[in-house]
């Protein structure tokens, strides 16, 4: 008799599961593979869930702002591939979309991935269970990635159990758990979800060359990531900036801005706006980091040998990234354009100047192939194309 979820467990009294209608045929032609029917049963019972109050169990599902089921999957299959580069390359399990590869189902409040190995048979029915664990799991040992010989179903009805102390499969095993199914509560609001239509390249294949390889400076950067049409910089002027500065910046940062503007890069590194006026404007950002600057070197001086602005050499930041790093300028010598540029970075130690200009710089990185420590940076499979980019702020950013 095939073991169903509803012979262990119950709905959650606060918050009982709800279905999300979804198009089978259209998600698995998107995906290109049959799902496993005991999965398909369970979407169509109960939706997204939280079982046992402690795995999320996505299935085809949009909530906007939130998750989306295409997205989540690309993103969790990304992460899971950087992490199993940790393992010698003949023990790296292959990722979805890859032949045989593993491909995600659910994760855990601990941060763990739950994956079936759909190399085990053609048949998705057949299909077994694999566990990425991010921490410490009681039996896991050293190896975080485990393979049990249970589909979904079978899998989830042994963490249901009495005791740790029950015979389990090789390998920790999560629970015991209690046998509820709770609508995952930041999915309240699920909908159906539509595979993405097929989109054409963004670029040729003449227009990639350039923008990846034989391209240079702005106009190599336009391809890869488009300016604005609208760019914005603020409601004053360079001038007046150079005035409460006393002195200009350089050149080619006013070309990047006048034509970008402010805004935030691959959504990680942010351009302050240079020529806002009033509480936020340029200065307040630069004050607000040296003094964070000066607080950390005065404990710390080995770790944060940068002179602070405006003192001869000094740091001056004009960029920040979403973890806390800082990119600016070494104020040395008279003409700013000869100032090289430096990367504070917020989990790293404290590099040299950076040998390039700001434009070949950003370009380099935008490329994949300009690293230094704690920039952000692309994993070897990543395609540039796809991850650079431009987002552009408007009079309501912070920033």
Same mark, same amino acid.
């Given at each position: ?205 003449? &227009?990639?060359?350039?923008?990846? &390889? ?119 010598? &008279? ?65």
């Amino acid at each position: 008799m095939t073991l169903d979820l509803a012979d262990f467990t119950e709905p959650h009294a606060e918050r009982p599961p709800a279905p999300v209608p979804v198009d089978w045929a259209a998600v698995e032609a998107w995906l290109g593979l049959r799902l496993p029917d005991d999965y398909k049963r369970l979407a169509d019972r109960y939706g997204p869930v939280d079982f046992g109050e402690y795995f999320w169990i996505h299935v085809p599902c949009v909530e906007q702002g939130r998750f989306e089921y295409g997205e989540w999957l690309r993103e969790t299959h990304r992460e899971a591939r950087i992490e199993a580069r940790e393992l010698p390359e003949d023990a790296r399990p292959p990722l979805h979309p890859a032949p045989g590869g593993l491909l995600a189902w659910g994760t855990t409040r601990g941060s763990d991935i739950l994956f079936w190995d759909t190399s085990v048979s053609d048949d998705p029915d057949e299909w077994t269970v694999v566990v990425h664990h991010s921490g410490a799991i009681p039996g896991s040992g050293l190896r975080p990635w485990h393979r049990y010989d249970l589909t979904l179903t079978e899998y989830l009805r042994l963490t249901v159990r009495d005791s740790w102390e029950t015979p389990s499969p090789p390998g920790p095993l999560m629970g015991p758990l209690p046998g509820t199914l709770a609508r995952t509560a930041f999915l309240a609001g699920a909908e159906p979800w539509t595979p993405p239509a097929p989109v054409e390249p963004r670029l040729t294949g003449a &227009e990639r060359r350039i923008a990846l &390889e034989t391209g240079s400076g702005l106009d190599a950067l336009r391809l890869l990531c488009p300016p604005p049409s609208r760019p914005y910089l603020g409601d004053g002027t360079w001038e007046g900036l150079f005035g409460e500065l006393g002195t200009r910046l350089p050149r080619e940062y006013v070309r990047l801005l006048d034509e970008w503007g402010a805004g935030c890069w691959s959504g990680w590194l942010r351009f302050h706006t240079p020529l806002r006026t009033g509480e936020r404007r340029f200065v307040t950002h630069v004050d607000d980091t040296l003094s964070g600057y000066r607080s950390l070197k005065a404990e710390y001086p080995d770790d944060f040998p940068l002179a602070d602005w405006p003192g001869p050499g000094g740091f001056l930041p004009f960029a920040n990234s979403i973890d806390g790093d800082c990119l600016g300028w070494l104020t040395e010598g &008279e003409d700013p354009d000869g100032w090289p540029l430096v990367f504070w970075p917020r989990h790293a130690a404290q590099g040299p100047a950076l040998e390039s200009g700001l434009i070949d710089m950003l370009l380099a990185w935008q490329r994949g192939r300009f690293v230094t420590p704690g920039l952000c940076a692309w994993d070897e499979e990543d395609d540039p194309v796809e991850f650079a980019g431009f987002g552009a702020w408007d009079d309501r950013a912070h920033w």
